[in-house]
């Protein structure tokens, strides 16, 4: 693997490596931790994990995190699942948050852009007066620690007030974004069962307006645990009866009064998509969220006051969680609501030109979209001030960095980050001061012993296995809701390997240190005995320029046989004719090798993914399987679920 790439596309220049936190943590860490000085991120990494206890030390003492009772020590019980991290401590995150007001009280915390691509700002101060007024709104209406606060929301500052007003009366914060419908709402917060539900009247998406009174009359019939709604009239409407208004309830110039909560005190839920079945509600903690987020966007993504962080996102995904953290570090966040490629695709370059981001986050989907469509964000835009542009949601292919290198900027620093909503954060990505090599992640991140491990548990170098986290990390799950026993928690990340999380990813190891994601080893394609990731083949055809997106399916024949169809989606206009298809499989036999071509190439009206935006391949392969589309998909969690009749139909006429 590592001949693959014997040059970097980048390196950081000197001076990028020594302005660099991670640069100066190091040195401060060697002083007064033992760190080595000496052998740059690798040494420091390594260390990380060997001094695990040391490091987590290290990184608060140097955050200045605020602990009102003081730990008895950084990690009690180690063993996974169940860790315990610095029992005996107390906090808040919401005061970590908000305290950049004490000395930039004028400046803005906030950007908020919607499709008019207009940014409009909020204050610190302004975020504190309004977090303060609703935090005590909230308590007035009951809300004590460890009780549940909905958001049917899109990104919008509302959004971030009624996160922050939630962790700061210690309550527990759980948001769907409003292109959900009512039963993959329900499927999320009834598990949950919040007391207050923040809501819009509707949302505005693609020059359109979306009217969702209806369906936020359902969630107040079906979640009976309802004290309060709080309505936010996006699209100017009346509050419905009953509701009360988001206007009254923020208007008082109130200090905020953070409750100081147990370190592994819940602070939010979050959701897997729930492809197959109800979404696991995954709950993180307090303290873990504040200092692994303080170590991901602060070490590792270089954030700090003076930055401007833009991350496409909606609140049903982790990402706006990892956005809103930026705060953390005194960064200006950047909320977009609306459309990615509204009015055209090349939208979310202008956003990042227009609120001078630092730091743009993005789809590795979005970096092709523009690839294709012809978009040229350096040329048409001012991003001088964008210093990294990191993609994640799938892995990021070879073309997709050399469209970034060679449209915005050859001096960009392109992360292409890995993680997983169940830690709500990256495994492996961004390191400012290591080089980039096309197609690999720069590292593995601080305190995270990231492995590829063969079945049997055999470390593997430079070549394909499993991932695996070997040592805890402090914003691992503390528990799923509902799984008293904790057997749904434990199945999920550690029956293969006991007390080792593995994440279900294919992944390689490189020799210089590099990670290389092949895609989800659950959906694994298994032809003679080799095992394939997905990802590999959808960056050979969606090369071409006829397929706009592409499906592989590996499917085990009741007679021992192996089927593994591709479906093709075309652009416009594109024939899937004999010659396209010899195109298919020369590309693939070229660029992969014999054995990846798939059996049949199949058109289909459009690729089914998660409400996320990724693709689904465990229920189409279920549904090709005979399983019945009820059994094999939970409807709720489908972008589109008419697609699916299309493979129910297939599996029909191939049975």
């Known amino acids: 693997m590592s001949t693959v790439n014997p040059q970097p596309l980048w390196r950081p220049d000197q001076e990028r490596i020594t302005e660099a936190q991670v640069t100066e943590f190091q040195a401060w860490a060697a002083q007064h931790h033992g760190a080595p000085s000496e052998g740059g991120y690798p040494a420091l990494h390594r260390w990380s994990v060997d001094e695990l206890d040391t490091f987590w030390q290290a990184v608060t003492e140097w955050f200045d995190v605020r602990f009102s009772n003081p730990y008895a020590r950084v990690l009690g019980d180690r063993s996974m699942p169940g860790a315990q991290w610095f029992p005996g401590a ?4 919401a005061e970590h948050a908000l305290r950049t007001a004490e000395t930039h009280a004028d400046e803005p915390a906030l950007l908020h852009v919607d499709e008019t691509h ?13 977090v303060g007024s609703l935090a005590a709104e909230l308590r007035a209406l009951g809300v004590r620690p460890g009780d549940r606060v909905s958001g049917y929301l899109p990104n919008i500052p509302q959004a971030v007030v009624a996160f922050l007003a939630t962790a700061a009366v210690g309550g527990v914060w759980t948001s769907c974004a409003p292109d959900f419908g009512a039963r993959s709402v329900l499927d999320r917060f009834q598990q949950v069962e919040p007391v207050v539900l923040f809501t819009v009247d509707g949302y505005r998406y693609g020059g359109k307006e979306h009217d969702r009174r209806d369906t936020v009359a359902e969630l107040r019939r079906e979640l009976p645990t309802l004290r309060a709604v709080v309505h936010i009239p996006l699209l100017g409407t009346e509050a419905p009866e009953g509701a009360l208004e988001w206007s009254a309830l923020t208007a008082a110039d109130t200090e905020p009064v953070f409750e ?43 954030l700090g006051p003076g930055d401007r962080f833009f991350w496409y996102t909606s609140t049903g995904w982790m990402m706006w969680n990892f956005l809103v953290s930026g705060l953390l570090t005194g960064t200006t966040i950047v909320l977009y609501d609306g459309s990615p490629g509204y009015p055209d695709t090349g939208a979310q370059w202008r956003i990042a030109e227009r609120t001078q981001a630092t730091l743009y986050g993005t789809s590795a989907a979005y970096v092709m979209a523009c690839r294709k469509a012809g978009v040229h964000p350096g040329r048409d835009h001012d991003l001088s001030k964008v210093r990294c542009v990191a993609t994640t949601g799938s892995p990021l292919p070879p073309d997709g960095f050399r469209w970034l290198h060679d449209e915005v900027r050859d001096d960009l620093w392109i992360a292409s980050v890995s993680g997983g909503t169940d830690v709500c954060s990256c495994f492996a990505g961004a390191v400012p001061t290591l080089p980039v090599y096309i197609g690999e992640l720069q590292a593995p991140g601080l305190g995270t012993d990231l ?24 914003s691992m799950p503390i528990h799923f809701w509902n799984d008293p026993d904790g057997s749904r928690y434990h199945d999920s990340y550690f029956d293969t390997y006991p007390g080792v999380w593995r994440h279900g990813d294919w992944i390689t190891v490189t020799s210089r240190g590099s990670v290389v994601i092949h895609g989800r080893s659950d959906s694994t394609l298994n032809r003679q005995g080799v095992r394939m990731g997905s990802a590999d083949i959808y960056e050979a055809v969606e090369r071409l320029p006829e397929i706009r997106e592409s499906l592989v399916i590996g499917v085990e024949q009741p007679d021992g046989g192996y089927w593994m169809p591709l479906f093709v989606h075309l652009t416009p206009g594109a024939v899937l004719d004999e010659a396209l298809l010899d195109r298919i499989k020369q590309t693939i036999r070229e ?42 998909v939970n409807p709720g969690s489908i972008d589109n679920l008419d697609l699916l009749h ?3 139909d297939l599996a029909r006429k191939r049975a």
């Not at 998509?273 to 509600?281: F, I, R």
């Not at 199949?602 to 392969?621: D, N």
């Open 90 to 93: 107390t906090l808040n995150y």
């Open 118 to 130: 207009d940014p409009r700002p909020v204050t610190w101060s302004e975020l504190r007066r309004q």
């Open 260 to 302: 100081q909560v147990p370190f592994d005190h819940p602070l939010w839920v979050l959701y897997s998509s729930g492809t197959t079945g109800l979404p696991k509600a995954i709950v993180q903690s307090q303290g873990g969220i504040l200092v692994e987020h303080l170590k991901q966007l602060g070490l590792h993504c270089d």
């Open 451 to 474: 492995q590829s491990w063969d079945p049997s548990g055999k470390p593997l170098v430079d070549e394909v296995g499993e991932l695996v986290v070997t040592n805890p990390m402090p």
């Open 591 to 632: 660029q992969l090798s014999p054995r990846h071509i798939p059996d049949e190439v199949i058109e289909v009206p459009g690729i089914p993914h998660t409400l996320t935006g990724k693709r689904i391949e465990v229920p189409v392969k279920r549904l090709l399987q005979g399983t019945a589309l009820d059994k094999a």
């Open 646 to 648: 299309f493979f129910e």
